[in-house]
């Protein structure tokens, strides 16, 4: 089998009392976070832009947001680092760091730079479906997840 063939191992973590840090908090970045919010207690979002929807979530206590530019002390103390901002050089800058550190990163405009990859996710209560397409098919992975939401009475994210 070779490499481009083999499919990702799905590896639930208990990421309750981890420090997550997305920086970035867009599209991409408010989806993620979105989903994160029900897995830790302690999320970080760091970016000059914020997706109105965010403020809300920080409003209610469930994530803490710096609205600032990424600067490599931000991730210093992270245990799990999600890389989502629109400019792939500080992206790139996120996954040096996190390497040297020995931080869990995650970026998501480049599959070759994830420690693990982030999967489509549909839960109920306790009970967690993570969907992957093996980073070969995004798409098929989103209509997948989509699909099972339907299944278990879950809204589209
Ligand atoms: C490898 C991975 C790394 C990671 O980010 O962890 C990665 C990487 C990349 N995605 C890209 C694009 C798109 N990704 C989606 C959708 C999803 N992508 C997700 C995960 C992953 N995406 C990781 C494992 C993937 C796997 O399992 O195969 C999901 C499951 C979870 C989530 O993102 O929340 C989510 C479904 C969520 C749901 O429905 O719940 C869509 C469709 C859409 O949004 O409708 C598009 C646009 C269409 C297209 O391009 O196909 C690009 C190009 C970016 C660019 O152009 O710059 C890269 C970069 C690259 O491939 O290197
Ligand atoms: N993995 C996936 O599922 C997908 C990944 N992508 C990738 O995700 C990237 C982000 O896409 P979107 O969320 O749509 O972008 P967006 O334009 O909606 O949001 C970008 C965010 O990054 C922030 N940002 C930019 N520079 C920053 C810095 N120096 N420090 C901190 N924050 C900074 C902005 O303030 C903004 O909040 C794209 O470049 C693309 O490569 C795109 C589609 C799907």
Not at 79 to 90: F, P, R, S
Not at 111 to 137: E, H, M, Q, W
Request: charged share 25%.
């Amino acid at each position: 089998m070779t490499d481009e063939a083999r499919p990702y191992f799905p590896m639930f973590v208990d990421i309750s009392h981890k420090k997550v840090v997305v920086v970035g908090a867009g599209t991409i970045a408010k989806r993620r976070i979105r989903t994160l919010v029900d897995f830790t207690e302690n999320l970080t979002v760091i970016a000059p832009e914020v997706n109105p929807e965010l403020l809300e979530l920080q409003s209610q206590g469930k994530i803490l947001i710096l609205k600032k530019q990424y600067q490599r002390e931000d991730i210093y103390d992270a245990d799990l680092v999600i890389a989502a901002t629109n400019d792939h050089q500080t992206n790139e800058d996120i996954y040096s760091v996190c390497k040297c550190m020995g931080i869990t990163v995650n970026v998501c405009s480049d599959k070759n730079k994830c420690d693990f990859y982030f999967p489509g996710i549909v839960r109920k209560d306790n009970l967690v479906v993570g969907i992957t397409a093996s980073g070969n098919n995004h798409k098929a992975a989103r209509e997948t997840s989509d699909r099972i939401r339907e299944l278990l009475n879950q809204p589209e994210q």
